[in-house]
């Protein structure tokens, strides 16, 4: 059993195939498919199940896949033992993060902290999904919103400023809600599972979730902003995707005197990431940078 081997099983577990993982790691399909063979000859034991629709990973494949994260990330901890010495940071960093909050504001930071750290290299999936950071290897993901239990490590970054709005044209059209209670009457552009049970205002300083209906439910704020600026009704998102479009008369704030909670701001990562001088470096100037923003 060779290193190699345990970060080629890693990618195929995570790619779903070898031809994905082949591609991923800039090896040949035959390449991974034999070093695979070798690997489970090696244990005795078969770690993925292979047919010719797709490639799932046996019981015994997770059980091994847990021990092979561990085994990495330890060799990458004493990697950056030894270049911490030399005060800069080494090796990789897999992290993942809502789209539109990645692109409009953690965009320009990574670049800055790569500039800073020109020996890291980061792989970002910007995904509004939720996603698995430990059994998808994952170092951190960013997270916005109320946090799940779970074992995970979690870092408050700060807070996101929601807003009601609608085009001038729809004011116009459908008139100004006066309470809570009349976005019954208004189409509403929903956002995901929050916006198909409804929309949980502050309103005299008591929560209240109020039933909206309308003609669009996405889970891409971008998509609904575009809605809203079209016209087609009243959304509720966070000011870092409408602010433009506010500042700029396209969409109108509505209903200042019922308003949605902020949204809590987290990064999170594994228990055994806690050691990672790249993670503890990375989240620090997060921080600070967020803060100053």
Known sequence: MQIEDLRIFLAVVNAGSFTAAAEQLL????????RMAALEAS????????????????????????HAQRILDDIQEAEQAVTERRHDLHGAFRISMPMSFGMSHLSPLIAHFLRQHPAVQFQVELA???????GEGFD????IGTLADSTLISRRLGELKRVI???????????EPETADALIHHACLRYG?????????IQD?????????????????????????????????????????LKSGELVAVLENSYPASLNL????????????????????????????
């Open 43 to 66: 244990l005795g034991a078969r770690l993925v199940s292979r047919n010719t629709r797709k490639l799932s990973i046996t019981d015994s494949g997770l059980v091994f896949a847990r």
């Open 27 to 34: 090896l040949s399909k035959q390449y991974v498919s034999r």
């Open 266 to 293: 987290h990064a999170v990562y594994p228990q055994h990431r806690q050691r990672s001088e790249i993670n503890r470096v990375f989240l620090d100037y997060l921080v600070e940078a967020l803060r100053s923003a």
């Open 140 to 143: 951190m993901a960013i997270r």
């Open 205 to 245: 300083g008591k929560r209240k979730l109020v039933d909206v209906r309308g003609p669009m439910v996405s889970n891409n704020g971008e998509m609904l902003r575009d809605a809203a600026i079209a016209g087609l009704g009243m959304v509720l998102l966070p000011e870092f995707i409408v602010g433009p479009a």
């Open 165 to 175: 709005c609608c085009s001038p044209d729809y004011l116009v059209r459908a008139g």
């Open 193 to 201: 599972r929050e916006g198909q049970q409804g929309w949980e205002l």
């Open 128 to 134: 509004d999904r939720y996603v698995d950071v430990i």
